[in-house]
């Protein structure tokens, strides 16, 4: 499945990378519960950061809300699978009051 993630994120970093090296950036995105879920964790050291947002189309408006966890992953393929699971359980948790504040962008 790692090597599933892989493949999608060098499509959306621009393509193909030298064997053993992980993009600087990738992001991979699903869809749950009518929002979308990008997956963009973040580099730090030899270290990937757990980070993503969360998008819904609210009244013709996309709403954004981001997150980012102390979570430290080994490979980039591991920080995007589950920052895509932190995605899902922020969504599954909050329900229709993650997007009920009206805020346009926050953090959750």
């Known amino acids: 499945m790692a090597s599933f993630f892989s493949k999608i994120g060098s499509l959306f970093s621009g393509g193909g990378n030298?064997?053993?090296q992980e993009n600087?950036?990738?992001v991979q995105?699903?869809?749950?519960?009518?929002?979308?879920?990008?997956?963009e964790p973040v580099k730090e050291g030899t270290q990937y950061r757990l980070q993503g947002r969360i998008e819904k189309e609210v009244d013709g408006e996309t709403m954004t809300r981001t997150f980012i966890r102390?979570?430290?992953?080994?490979?980039?393929?591991?920080?995007?699978?589950?920052?895509?699971k932190k995605g899902k359980q922020i969504i599954d948790q909050n329900g229709?009051?993650?997007?009920?504040?009206g805020e346009k962008n926050r953090t959750a």
């Open 18 to 20: 030298a064997a053993g």
């Open 70 to 84: 102390a979570d430290l992953f080994a490979s980039q393929d591991e920080a995007i699978e589950w920052s895509l």
């Open 24 to 26: 600087e950036q990738a």
């Open 29 to 39: 995105s699903i869809v749950h519960e009518e929002c979308i879920i990008f997956a």
């Open 96 to 101: 229709r009051s993650l997007f009920s504040d």
